[in-house]
């Protein structure tokens, strides 16, 4: 008898929008706790941990009739000014916000694999109402926001990923910055943050990839970084604290302490993203996680800075294309008259792409 291949579950599988739906609620309850706390003096540790902790809380309350594996999609970070991401400190790590910090906040959540991520920007102050004055702060998280706007309307069948980078490039260049380069918007899959289809945030010579139009049933993390740098970030000598297990690779580690690691990262995060604060025993994770490395088995998430003085906006949502209309199931709207500006957008097109209706939107 021939064995059945199991068939991939896609949005047209009964209840899995219903999980994209409740994984995405859970990232956007957090993100809001998480921009409550980013007040000046606030330590971004403190923050981080809150969220990471905030996720595991939300998620007891979903899907807790029979036993389904939920938990962090991605951890919480906390990235500001010229750092472009990734930035999940440690215990060690005393960094606190400050007065009009451009604060980049990423975090994530799944339940049986379905993924609901989330990225938002705020100037830190302790006013949450006070304007942003019309600088490049304004401009760069103006920008940024716009641009996931326009692009999100342009996710749907009959659309290609080559017009949502021509759109994201008119829309910075009307604010007088710059999109960052090597940042890449990946179909979500189950249990599967960085599917192959992609939308590049930046065309370059060197960094291109393969028109596609976009098709019913797939899911997006739109995922938009703009700079008032010039868009090419170099790596820093920031520590890496965020990994991904490499499901293609597999070694039989030497040491008892990477053993203890890798056996925790295979029962915890066999496969998504996590910040090795999310392990009791930090040092041992820094130990392990070293021998790891050494032999591929962890993908890093390397922490990349634009130059010093410059700023960086990251708005990312988790997008749902539907045979009806696209949905939005993270993400949270800014107040766009808070942010000063002396530039505009005037394209006809993408301003006639702004006027748009979203199916459904979830907050």
């Known amino acids: 008898m021939e064995e059945q291949v199991p068939q991939e579950e896609t949005l047209a599988t009964p209840g899995v929008i219903d999980k994209y739906q409740a994984a995405g609620k859970v990232a956007n309850i957090v ?35 029979k036993r389904i594996e939920k938990g962090l999609a991605f951890p919480t970070s906390i990235s500001v000014n010229e750092v472009c991401g990734y930035y999940s400190p440690l215990k060690d790590d005393e960094a606190v916000l400050n007065e009009g910090d451009v604060a980049k906040i990423q975090l ?4 049986d694999g379905y993924i609901g991520i989330v990225a938002h920007t705020v100037v830190v102050s302790a006013d949450p109402k006070k304007p942003v004055e019309a600088d490049r702060k304004s401009d760069v998280v103006l920008a940024a926001y716009n641009a ?33 380069e090597g940042v890449l918007s990946h179909e979500l899959k189950k249990h599967l943050i960085d599917g192959n289809s992609v939308i590049i945030n930046k065309e370059t010579f060197d960094q291109r990839v ?3 139009e976009f098709q019913v049933n797939q899911v997006f993390a739109l995922d938009i970084i703009i700079t008032t740098g010039e868009g090419k970030p170099k790596e820093s000598d920031l520590r890496t604290t965020v990994y991904k297990r490499a ?47 050494k032999h591929d088995l962890l993908n890093p998430y390397p922490i990349l800075v634009e130059k010093t003085g410059e700023f ?15 949905i939005c199931t993270t993400g949270l709207p800014i107040n766009v008259d808070q942010y000063k500006t002396q530039n505009k957008i005037e394209d006809a097109g993408v301003l006639e792409l702004l006027t748009v209706r979203i199916l459904s939107f979830f907050a």
């Not at 994530?108 to 339940?111: D, K, Q, R, S, V």
């Not at 996931?148 to 007088?176: C, F, M």
């Not at 580690?253 to 890798?262: E, I, P, S």
């Not at 999310?278 to 790891?292: P, W």
């Open 108 to 111: 994530g959540a799944h339940i």
């Open 312 to 326: 960086v906006a990251h708005f990312q949502w988790t997008v749902l294309i539907l045979k009806g209309g696209t």
């Open 148 to 180: 996931l706007q326009a692009s999100l309307r342009l996710l749907k069948p009959g659309s290609t990923n080559a017009q949502v980078t021509e759109t994201i490039g008119k829309i910075a260049a009307a604010y007088k910055v710059n999109p960052l």
């Open 31 to 65: 993100l809001e706790g998480v921009i409550a706390r980013c007040v000046p003096g606030a330590r971004i540790y403190d923050i981080c941990l809150w969220g990471d902790n905030e996720i595991n809380n939300e998620l007891t309350k979903v899907y807790n009739k």
């Open 210 to 212: 393969e028109e596609a």
């Open 247 to 293: 499901l293609e690779r597999t070694y039989t580690l030497k040491t008892k302490n990477a053993r203890a690691f890798f056996s925790e990262v295979n029962e915890k995060f066999p496969t998504l993203a996590f910040s090795l604060r999310s392990f009791t025993d930090e040092i041992g994770a820094k130990v392990g996680v070293s021998e790891c490395m």
